[in-house]
């Protein structure tokens, strides 16, 4: 192949793939704004709407990949069902913090609009077109950008994926060229191929979405403020701030109270008395709900435990992929969280030397920006190429791939979230030399700590979506499918490989048994440790 | 009287993004040992500026900074701030916060515990040692951003308006109980330098004032107090020394 036709084989691939992007990235526009607006304006629609989008922000959609790619082209055969998999499963990356960004910048508008609409009678239609949608584009400008670096990431590893499967093929697409690129042993074109896909990514920052911003935010500006939280933490961190808040909004303002008493006499406990005061009624109150939930729970409960021993019973076999599900989601759990220990080793050293130490960061905030959107999984078919013949390559190579797809993810929500941090606190240190072991107990490891954790959760998130092309990689060559590598049990391999044999059960079965665990880790680790730091930080 | 323990010589600064803009343009003036020197003038003139190049905070473009005949470099121990906005460390309780001054002694962690729990006492906050700082009112913040600047036993304090961020009420009674505290002989500081843009709370509790011109910033006219304490707002001397103040302020 000559060098002119390849340059322009790979800018057709890439363009393949942005055509997937920005159609993926259209339908997550329409759908955050009729979901957004529909959450901001009924109070019913948002109390179910909002958990449920924080449920999905932080769940590794892209296991669910072999799932959803089973469904559309068992629906839609061949290439456009392939290619709607994709998309759809773009949509579900990019949708979410979207969502977030057209609720909020609804919900914070002042009443005066509304009642503006009323004054002039405004149809409903007439009000999402006039008042909210313009309202919401600017923060749908911003929200879009994070959403395009998400989305990358599940592109290529969607592209990357499909090579393995001669059946759900991509085809074309800046993935599927490189990996076969690499394959092939052209290093010196893959290299080249990944220069124009960073080119593409760059362009795409610069000409698109930065002329979006200036005219978005031309006559409605974006505050300072409102940017600084957007840099901070990919949408998560506003929905772990957002939702205690609505939900115990009651409690949070008693809390205030007495704190605000507490401060004013701090001696005089007895002064917190009026602030309980008025505890019981709520109490009473409480307990009734209290009650009535817990018997409805026990209700549903009940009836899930027999309609489980009936599929069990039922299909005995079901037993056996719980069995093995379980066993390939510990295994992976111990690969992912290992990964992620070697991650925070690294990653955490790196931001306190740029952030303390250098005192740059804001110079290098654009180019994490840009270094966290190119994808990981894009490396993968060189890291196996390289790591082949050491022993335990496969390990190796999930090892590798987990961690690449985690770091930049840490490094850049703590350089964001640093931007808050007082500038003062620099000073202090300075001022009373505060240096060495002391420096990273009372300062480094706790200015960090919100930027960790945010950046933790999407790390993690990051870890787990590629586990379906780190654990278990195969390329389809003239004599059927190629294993090129594959670890020896993994949750990752356990959906590859239960796609491979149509066994969809099992499939599913994987499946809940991750969305479980990732609702339990993040329920009990992550929302609870973010509650607590942000309780003492602000 | 007459030992200097602090001066600045022909102090000039400006901002990077401005180079060309001076902020502060030959600032030249000297602390004596016991003095209280308060340094008022417009706001955005450069007081915190100046405030921050006397404790080596932030380099001067040139000009140098004298502490007991040896130029300064870098912050000193024996210097110590007070911030506008208090600079407590969120994550760290009051009692940390104050410990956080002792970080650099070379004392045990009993030791600096102990100091530091004696001198929230000192501040009337044992209470609340155990509280963070987000749970307390600006006054008690302030008070522990005090109780942080002088547990270190420092020989100069220096203090960028510690009252400007607090209500009337509670600034009079935090000035009334540290200037009491400063002058009292069981505090090791000697010299205080104060910024502040209130006449009236330079009047009350300096032996010294400096007063500052606004762009370029330089020193209009040093004014000595010597009135004695406790000052009585209501007197007359007191309010012929504010009348000259202002007076230099708008001249
Ligand atoms: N970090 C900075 N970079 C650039 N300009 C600054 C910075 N900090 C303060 N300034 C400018 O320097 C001038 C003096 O500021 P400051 O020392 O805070 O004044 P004051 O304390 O007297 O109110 C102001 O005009 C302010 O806008
Ligand atoms: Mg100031």
Partial sequence: MDFISFIALIVLDTTASWLRMFAALFLSILLSIAVGIYAATSRKAERIILPVVDIFQTLPILAFFPFVIYIFVFLLPGYIGINAAVIFLIVTSMAWNIIFGVYEAVKVLP??????????????????????????????????????????????????????????????????????????????????????????????????????????????????????????????????NYLPKLVRAPAKRLRAISAFRRARHPAGASRNAGAHAALPREGIKNLKIKGLKKGLGGIAALVLAMLLLAVVLRYPVVVHYEYEALVSLAVSFARIWLAFAAILAIA?????????????????????????????????????IALKGYALHSELTAFVIFF?????????????????????????????????????KYIYSRALLPGLITGSVTAIAAEWNASIVA??????????????????????????????????????????????????VNTFLWKRLYRKVSNTYK | ???????????????????????????????????????????????????????????????????????????????????????????????????IGLANSEISEEEKKRKASGMLEKMGLESVADYYPNALSGGMKQR?????????????????????????????????????????????????IMVTHNVEEAVEISDKIVVLSNKPTKIKQEMQLKLSYPRNRHSKVFMQAVDKVYELLTK
């Fill in chain 1, 111 to 240: 009443n005066e609009f509304v009642e503006l609409a009323d004054l002039y009678d405004m149809s409903s239609w007439q009000r999402v077109r006039k008042i909210f949608i313009p309202a919401a584009m600017p923060r749908v400008v911003e929200q879009s950008v994070l959403s395009w670096s998400i989305g990358l990431f599940y592109l290529v590893t969607s592209e990357i994926f499909s090579i393995g499967n001669a059946n759900y093929a991509v085809k074309y697409g800046i993935g599927v060229a490189l990996a076969q690129l690499a394959f092939s042993g052209n290093y010196l074109y893959y290299a080249i191929g990944i220069a124009v896909f960073i080119a593409f990514v760059v362009a795409t920052r610069f000409l698109f979405f930065r002329p979006l911003e200036l005219h978005f935010t031309k006559y409605n500006r974006v505050s300072e403020e409102s940017k600084k939280h957007f840099a901070l933490h990919f949408g998560i961190a506003k929905a772990f």
């Fill in chain 1, 348 to 384: 955490f050293p790196v931001c306190v030397y740029l952030i303390f130490i250098s005192k740059h960061r804001n110079s290098y905030l654009l180019f994490f920006q840009v270094i966290a959107s190119i994808p990981a999984t894009i490396l993968l078919p060189i890291i196996v």
């Fill in chain 1, 404 to 440: 690449l797809s985690g770091i930049w993810y840490i490094i850049f929500s703590v350089i964001a979230s640093s931007t808050s941090i007082s500038g003062e606190i620099f000073e202090v240190k300075r001022l009373f030399g505060i240096k060495g072991k002391s420096a990273w």
């Fill in chain 1, 471 to 520: 654990e278990y990689f195969t390329t389809t060559g003239i004599s059927g499918t190629n294993v090129v590598s594959s670890v020896s049990v993994g949750i990752g391999k356990l959906l590859d490989v239960s796609l491979g044999s149509g066994n969809i059960t099992l499939m599913i079965i994987a499946l809940l048994n991750l969305t479980a665990m990732i609702i339990i």
């Fill in chain 2, 1 to 99: 009287m007459s030992e200097v323990v602090l001066e600045v010589r022909d102090i000039v600064f400006s901002y990077d993004d401005s180079p060309s803009q001076r902020i502060l343009d030959k600032i030249s003036f000297k602390a004596q040992k016991g003095e209280f020197v308060s340094l008022i003038g417009p706001s955005g003139c450069g007081k915190s500026t100046l405030l921050r190049i006397l404790a080596r905070l932030i380099p001067p473009v040139s000009g140098e900074v004298i502490y007991k005949g040896k130029r300064l470099y870098a912050p000193t121990r024996e210097i110590s701030f007070v911030f506008q906005d208090f600079a407590l460390l969120p994550w760290l309780t009051n009692l940390e916060n104050v410990k």
């Fill in chain 2, 144 to 192: 522990v951003g005090i109780a942080r600047a002088i547990v270190s036993d420092p020989n100069v304090l220096l203090m960028d308006e510690p009252f400007s961020s607090l209500d009337e009420l509670t600034a009079n009674a935090l000035r009334g109980d540290v200037v009491s505290m400063l002058k009292s002989s069981d505090i090791s500081v000697n010299s205080v």
